[in-house]
């Protein structure tokens, strides 16, 4: 079955320190792989994309994520955390239904906590 | 530009009743879905749209029909409100080319089903 983990629901980090957010898949072929991040009563907003090319990718608010297809992982990072990064943070891939339609699937969820 | 919205923001429903969410995008994306968020659930898929006139059933389509006359609107209708459906709901919408992967998505509807 398609899937995508994140396996931590909480990551809590000090401002100023560096962050991972965990993601791993399992589809079939080449995965498109997105994060999305969403701040409290607001929609998600895209934060970056894989696609192909090269395997790490970067996006807004200096983050970036590094594609591993033989860990089948796309883990988030930033090199220094900011308060206001706290918010919670999707993975999501895209899965094809069929010839030329797609859908995407999303993580759980982790909760990121940026501490003062 | 407004982009993706959603009506209402808030609602609440009592078990029986029936209601429709509207999604309005004005970026002429030919994508459209519908998501809930549920607390330790992520977002699950209920419906989607690869065009107008065109509808198909994602991971979590029971109890919702959609529907999409019009390009630019999303419908999505709860027949018989069940306390189950008490939820967040989001819509998000996309184009079709290689370069326009990303979601847009809608600041959300909360529903409540008493």
């Known amino acids: 079955a398609q899937s995508v983990a994140q396996p931590e629901d909480q990551v809590n980090v000090a401002e100023g320190n560096p962050l991972t957010v965990k993601c791993t898949y399992s589809?079939?072929?080449?995965?498109?792989l997105f994060w999305y991040v969403q701040y409290p009563n607001r929609g998600l907003q895209f934060l970056l994309k894989?696609?192909?090319?090269?395997?790490l990718v970067k996006g807004s608010y200096g983050f970036e994520a590094e594609f591993n297809k033989s860990q089948t992982s796309f883990h988030l990072k930033k090199p220094s955390a900011l308060v206001s990064d706290s918010a919670l943070y999707f993975c999501?891939?895209?899965?094809?239904?069929?010839?030329?339609?797609?859908?995407?699937?999303f993580g759980t969820g982790t909760r990121l906590k940026v501490l003062a | 530009n407004a982009g993706v919205t959603q009506t209402p923001k808030f609602r609440v429903l009592k078990t029986g009743q029936s209601m429709t969410l509207l999604c309005a995008q004005d970026?002429?994306?030919?994508?459209m879905y519908w998501y809930r968020q549920d607390p330790g659930m992520g977002l699950r898929l209920i419906h989607y749209?690869?065009?107008?006139?065109?509808?198909a059933k994602g991971e979590v389509p029971d109890g919702y029909n959609v529907s999409r006359l019009k390009k630019q609107n999303f419908l999505l209708g709860l027949e018989s409100a069940a306390p189950s459906q008490t939820s967040v709901y989001f819509c998000?919408?996309?184009?079709?080319?290689?370069?326009?992967?990303?979601?847009?998505f809608g600041p959300g509807t909360r529903l409540l089903v008493l």
């Open positions: 998000a919408s996309k184009g079709f080319r290689r370069e326009q992967e990303t979601q847009y």
């Open positions: 589809v079939s072929g080449n995965p498109y």
């Open positions: 894989y696609i192909t090319g090269d395997n």
């Open positions: 999501a891939v895209r899965v094809g239904v069929n010839s030329g339609t797609y859908k995407y699937i």
């Open positions: 970026m002429n994306h030919e994508y």
């Open positions: 749209s690869v065009g107008e006139g065109t509808t």
